[in-house]
C-alpha cells in the first residue's frame, strides 16, 4: 500500500486504483498465456503426429482398407522386400495408420474426385447428362 487511508475519498481511490492493477496483471496473464500457447504448438502438432502414427481412425472403413491394401502391396511387397522382418511390420503399421486419419480428414475431397473420376463423361470432359428412358 502506498498511502495510509484516512477519509472515504481515499478509499474509494484505492479501489479504483486497485481494480485498474487487477486489470492490466489479467491482460499481462492473458499475454503470456498466448505466448506461451504459441511457444508450445509444435510440440503439440509432433505429439498430435505421434498419436495419429499409434491409433487408427476407423470412421470410414472403405478408404482404410483401400489404403491398407496399397500399402502393403507398394511399401510392404515392393519397397520393403528385402527389408528385415521388424520393419516390415513396423513401418506398414504405421503408414496405415497415418494415412487413416489424413484420409479421415480429407475424405470430401477424395470421395467428390473419386465420384468425378467413375462418372460417365462426354466428348467435352464433363458429366454426361443421364437419358431417361422410362415411361
Known amino acids: 500500500m ?8 481515499d478509499l474509494l481511490k484505492e479501489k479504483q486504483r486497485l481494480k ?3 486489470a492490466s496483471q489479467k491482460e499481462i496473464v492473458r499475454v503470456d498465456i498466448k505466448e506461451i500457447k504459441e511457444e508450445l504448438a509444435p510440440i503439440k502438432n509432433a505429439i498430435s503426429f505421434v498419436g495419429k502414427l499409434g491409433t487408427k481412425d476407423t470412421s470410414n472403413p ?8 496399397l500399402i502393403n502391396l507398394v511399401v510392404k511387397k515392393l519397397l520393403l522386400a528385402k527389408s528385415g522382418w521388424i520393419t516390415k511390420i513396423v513401418v506398414p503399421f504405421l503408414l496405415k495408420n497415418y494415412s487413416s486419419h489424413v484420409l479421415s480428414d480429407n475424405k470430401g475431397g477424395i470421395m467428390q474426385k473419386l465420384f468425378s473420376l467413375i462418372s460417365k463423361k462426354n466428348a467435352n470432359g464433363k458429366a454426361a447428362a443421364h437419358e431417361h428412358t422410362g415411361p
Open 2 to 9: 502506498t498511502t495510509q487511508i484516512k477519509t472515504y475519498d
Open 20 to 22: 485498474t492493477l487487477l
Open 62 to 69: 472403405l478408404l482404410s482398407f483401400t489404403s491398407d491394401t
